[in-house]
């Protein structure tokens, strides 16, 4: 099996009477980024901790290249992780942490140099990690995972903190390593978050798989809809009623369900009707996402 | 196995990087540097008390090579705090700071990261013990050579009480990791080591040993135990002998059987806890 393949296998944990994630099965793949989303408290992180053998399953297994991952005789340099409540010492330097990780994974001082630069931190690697942001911690984070140049990497809401030119250069830099044949999991609670770096979801909701599929699957399931502003909105409403379609006022206007604009556009025309806006609306992931996980609770 | 996985001689790398993770902050050059400086300023306090004495009737003044060894014996009964904190700190920060995460992500096998804990914790102990010699040395050399009857630094006995007292400070560093393990709340762990250092031990040393039936039971405290191995005491010397101490041998191994049941609690518990 290949070294960089993730599954979960009917994983299951109870923390006291509290069931965090029950009969959970998905596997992840390299050369991809797969977004592994669900609200806040739908277990991804517990997830995430059982698959790098901090946390025991109570059910199931969860594996890394076919193995539990402290099986690996050098786990670390297999995958790459950044939790989210992975601390920093504040009186240790970020290259100070790196080389005090880097024996471990069988690399040396030069190599954390390198990752510092590589995540843009290279001369703030000598400054105590107390002066640093929130965003140059998941920096510093992204750095201790890219150590060993791992074949998969494993990052817990890696977004967070970042500012929207941090976010823009994260996207980028994990299809990149995607691009070159790595597995890459990528947390978020928020699927408009990673919606542009993913090309498989796997969606939670209270411990349990709700949807796993490609991103075009899931966008499939949005549907479309066209937005139409018009000064005669007695008569947009005639038309819809005469062509059977659903529409509903949002925003300043309408939103027609399940047509696209060219259909609506023509119709308009045909019926002397005149329209001010005609807008076909992409899919909207965070509805389809709203949906699947509510649906769970 | 993954074919390109390099090996690594596991504990071996993880030693290297337990020290790397304590030599990369502070704490353990403030806690080394200031353990020096409290012993040489008690050993010159102590130096000039016994060089200086004026003659008493009740009690024989210490003289000659007897001064000697009764200031260089202290350096466990003053300075043994700085070992047992920084040993406690090594386990506790990792707890605190919330590194245990990423420490048990490139060692997963907890017993191999608690291992290399303690190995560490000896190393930075004994190197402990020689700063505190170094500091007990830089003050009272020169006040038992100039008022006293010199400092006997060539004479076995005197070599023998500073060896073993670094030895000593090495277990007292691995006896600190241990607790750590066992206590991983740092403020509580701090307070429990003050508070059992500086009042519960003295005070139940000279309770149990104003009991006749129970005065053998406080040789197996750990400060007495730790007293045996230097046979040389503070308090053996104010209470007018130690003649409750164990063996030298007895104490060094009651203080690694403390050690030892620490360690074996703390691998249980806290090193197999869940880290979330």
Not at chain 1, 246 to 267: E, H, I, S
Request: proline share 5%; glycine share 12%.
């Amino acid at each position: 099996m290949d070294a960089a393949v993730l599954a979960v296998e009917a994983l299951g944990k109870s923390f006291g009477p509290v069931r965090a994630v029950d009969d959970l099965t998905f596997e992840v793949h390299p050369g991809r980024v797969t977004g592994f989303l669900g609200p806040n408290g739908s277990g991804k992180t517990t997830t995430l901790r059982m698959l790098l053998g901090l946390v025991r399953p109570t059910d199931g297994r969860a594996l890394v290249g076919g193995r539990p991952y402290g099986d690996h005789p050098v786990p670390g340099a297999l995958v790459g992780a950044a939790l989210e409540a992975t601390g920093f010492h504040p009186g240790r330097t970020g290259l100070g942490h790196l080389t005090a990780y880097a024996p471990q994974v069988g690399v040396d001082r030069a190599r954390c140099r390198e990752v510092l630069e590589l995540v843009g931190l290279g001369p703030a690697g000598d400054r105590k990690v107390g002066g640093y942001s929130l965003g140059m911690r998941q920096r510093l984070g992204l750095a201790t995972a890219l150590l060993a140049d791992p074949p998969a990497l494993l990052l817990d809401e890696p977004a967070n903190g970042l500012d929207p030119e941090g976010i823009v250069w994260l996207r980028g830099f994990l299809r990149h390593l995607a691009a070159e044949g790595r597995t890459v999991l990528v947390s978020s609670h928020v699927l408009a978050e990673v919606q542009h770096t993913v090309d498989d979801v796997v969606v939670i909701a209270k411990g349990r798989l709700v949807h796993a599929s490609s991103l075009a699957e899931l966008a499939a399931l949005a549907g479309v809809s066209t937005y139409v502003e018009t000064p005669d909105p007695a008569g947009l409403a005639a038309l819809c009623a005469q062509r059977g379609w659903v529409a509903a006022p949002r925003d300043r206007g309408t939103q027609v369900d399940d047509v696209d604009a060219a259909t609506v556009g023509a119709a308009a025309h045909a019926a002397g009707l005149e329209l001010h806006q005609l807008t076909t609306r992409g899919a909207d992931l965070e509805d389809v996402f709203l949906r699947l996980t509510g649906a769970a609770s | 196995m993954s074919p390109t996985a390099p090996t690594l001689n596991r504990f071996g790398v993880a030693l290297l990087a337990e020290w790397r993770k304590l030599t990369s902050t502070a704490l353990w050059w403030v806690l080394g540097v200031g353990m020096a400086a409290y012993l040489a300023f008690m050993g010159a306090v102590l130096a000039f008390t016994f060089a200086a004495a004026p003659p008493s009737p009740d009690t024989p003044a210490i003289t000659g090579v007897d001064a000697a060894l009764a200031v260089l014996g202290t350096l466990n009964a003053i300075g043994y705090v700085f070992p047992l904190l920084v040993g406690t700190l090594l386990v506790t920060t990792e707890v605190r700071h919330r590194t245990l995460t990423q420490s048990l992500l490139v060692e997963p096998r907890r017993g191999v990261l608690l291992g290399a804990k303690l190995v560490v914790a000896a190393a930075v102990g004994l190197l402990y013990g020689v700063l505190g010699v170094v500091g007990l040395l830089a003050t009272s050399a020169p006040v038992l050579e100039l008022v006293g009857d010199g400092i006997f630094l060539t004479d076995p006995a005197v070599l023998r009480v500073l060896g073993l007292g670094i030895l000593v400070t090495g277990l007292w560093a691995v006896l600190g990791a241990a607790f750590g393990a066992v206590v991983p709340n740092q403020v509580a762990a701090i307070v429990a080591v003050l508070a059992f250092t500086q009042f519960v031990e003295p005070i139940a040393r000279l309770g149990l040993s104003a009991v006749d039936s129970l005065s053998g039971v406080a040789a197996f405290l750990p400060g007495a135990a730790a007293d045996a191995v230097v046979g040389a005491s503070l308090f053996g010397e104010i209470s007018g002998g130690g003649g409750d101490l164990l063996p030298g041998w007895a104490g060094a191994l009651v203080l690694l059987a403390y050690a030892a049941v620490l360690t074996v609690v703390g691998r249980w518990t806290t090193f197999a806890r869940d880290v979330a």
